[in-house]
């Protein structure tokens, strides 16, 4: 009896321990969508890339390389001629303007998502995984934050604003690629 009043004492704490620890792979991904659609409109308007000025900041742009099936590849960031993306923006040079922030922006924002179906934080079935590099700090979404020497609770964060990030970047381009058409 007394093991039977223990087991049912210990149940509520191991339940709220279950919801309180919620794992990095039970969130869920925010870019997926954006990501999807993306991939569709550049496939729609025969386009391998699309860069837009990012509207949350001055002078920072945002921009995507699109390998079509396999992997989108975003880039935000500062850049110290700014007047150059602009122009670049203006005549429709995105694969350009990826490049430039590519090489030299700074507070540079860089996101791998191969499969362009947006972030998702772990490895799915032996496939590529995601990366982020964002304040300096690369996170690869493999599900191994201890290999990263982060904790459960970091990676999960690390990948919380990972995705925020690029659904951010991928609104703007979106919003970019509409105007385009």
Avoid: C, H
């Avoid at 921009?63 to 602009?86: C, D, E, H, N, R």
């Avoid at 995601?130 to 970091?154: C, H, I, N, P, V």
């Amino acid at each position: 009896m007394k093991l039977f009043t223990r087991l049912v004492a210990a149940a509520p704490v191991a339940l709220l321990a279950l919801v309180v620890a919620v794992p990095a792979s039970a969130q869920d991904s925010k870019s997926a969508p954006l990501a999807r659609q993306l991939a569709a409109a550049l496939d729609a308007a025969k386009l391998d890339s699309i860069a837009a000025r990012d509207p949350d900041g001055t002078d920072v742009f945002d921009a995507a390389l699109y390998f079509p099936g396999l992997q989108l590849l975003v880039v935000s960031g500062k850049y110290s001629v700014p007047q150059l993306l602009t122009t670049r923006l203006a005549a429709k040079e995105y694969r350009d303007v990826y490049l430039d922030l590519n090489g030299a922006a700074t507070a540079k924002v860089f996101i791998e998502d191969p499969g362009a179906d947006g972030l998702k934080p772990k490895r799915e079935n032996n496939t590529a995984f995601d990366q982020a590099e964002l304040a300096g700090k690369r996170t690869m979404f493999d599900g191994d934050w201890k290999a990263q020497k982060l904790s459960e609770q970091d990676y999960g964060k690390a990948f919380a604003a990972a995705d925020e990030r690029y659904t951010a970047i991928l609104t703007a381009l979106l919003a970019q690629l509409k105007k385009t058409s």
